[in-house]
């Protein structure tokens, strides 16, 4: 596998980088960032995935989300893929901001023309952290996950249906029940078609109620009340409801007067590098 270095950047004494590579999964080449903390000069450090949202490249994180100082201290490396392919010629792959372009769901499509191309959960859960694991100094056994919005849905599912990989899980205002919302509705209906009892392979809402993070890991999840797609698209009272039945440990934290925002993912940033670090740095 030939990884291609775009640049680099000294920062708060490691490094941010950016890599391109061909992905099988998508069928194409896909770009993600990585930060290293300076830990990773003495021996493989865990790894923290960054999903992000609608919109968004493999850039917006390092550049908006104010982790690398404290990913430094805590000696995580933390890596954020782009959040779609690009340039697949799929015919109105760019006519959409919330679907295509800048909007893969983390699902694997199932429906043409999106089925050859748009693999990212096949992406983000195997071919990503196998060319991490070989090219950075990435320790095997402790991987953890968040994300933003469509990345804290895809951070949430990722997670869910592959606990034994990633020990860890967080979210900043997460589409958390994407088959009963309008973007989730949309972005599954085209990429999974309209069966909509196979898009419960990839509501954290349903998968938690099922089958909660086991031996007892607490979900760290951060929703702003003055966030704008609150009542239309997120439902995180559905996540706090499935998590109740189930006996899932949740920290909801409401945070009042806080948007959607990378104000606001910058704000609570520290806390969840600290959730993360308490599951990854463990002996
Ligand atoms: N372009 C849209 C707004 C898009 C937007 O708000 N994207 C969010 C993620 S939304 C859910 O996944 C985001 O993170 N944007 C990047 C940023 O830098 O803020 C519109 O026109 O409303």
Redesign the pocket.
């Known amino acids: 596998m030939n990884l291609n270095t775009l640049g680099g950047h000294a920062c708060f004494g490691g490094t941010v980088s950016f890599h391109e590579h061909h992905s099988s999964a998508c069928d194409g080449e896909m770009r993600f960032a990585v930060y290293t903390p300076p830990q990773a000069a003495d021996g493989p450090v865990p790894v923290l995935y960054y999903l992000?949202?609608?919109?968004?490249t493999e850039e917006?994180f390092m550049i908006?989300g104010g982790a690398q100082r404290l990913a430094a201290e805590h000696g995580l490396m933390l890596v954020a893929p782009d959040t779609s392919p690009r340039d697949a010629n799929i015919p109105g792959e760019d006519d959409d901001?919330d679907f295509g372009t800048g909007a893969g769901f983390y699902v694997d499509a199932t429906e043409e023309p999106w089925s050859r191309h748009y693999g990212m959960y096949s992406y983000v859960t195997r071919e990503l952290p196998s060319v991490v694991e070989e090219n950075f100094p990435a320790g095997p056994d402790a991987r953890g996950v968040f994300g933003?919005?469509?990345?804290g849905h895809g951070a949430l599912v990722c997670a869910l249906k592959n606990p034994d990989f990633f020990r860890s899980v967080s979210a900043f205002a997460p589409?958390s029940a994407p088959t009963r919302v309008p973007?989730g509705e949309k972005a599954f209906s085209g990429y999974l078609g309209g069966d909509r009892e196979a898009w419960k392979a990839y509501d954290a809402s349903e998968l938690v109620r099922e089958h909660p993070f086991p031996d007892g890991r607490n979900i760290l999840v951060d929703q702003g009340l003055s966030d704008q797609?609150l009542e239309e698209q997120l439902l995180p009272e559905a996540l706090e409801e499935a998590c109740a039945e189930s006996g899932q440990p949740l920290t909801l934290n409401r945070r009042e007067g806080y948007d959607?925002?990378?104000y606001a993912i910058s704000t609570f940033m520290e806390e969840h590098i600290r959730h993360h670090s308490a599951a990854l740095n463990r002996a």
């Open positions: 992000a949202g609608l919109t968004c917006t908006k901001w933003h919005s469509m990345g589409v973007w797609f959607h925002s990378y």
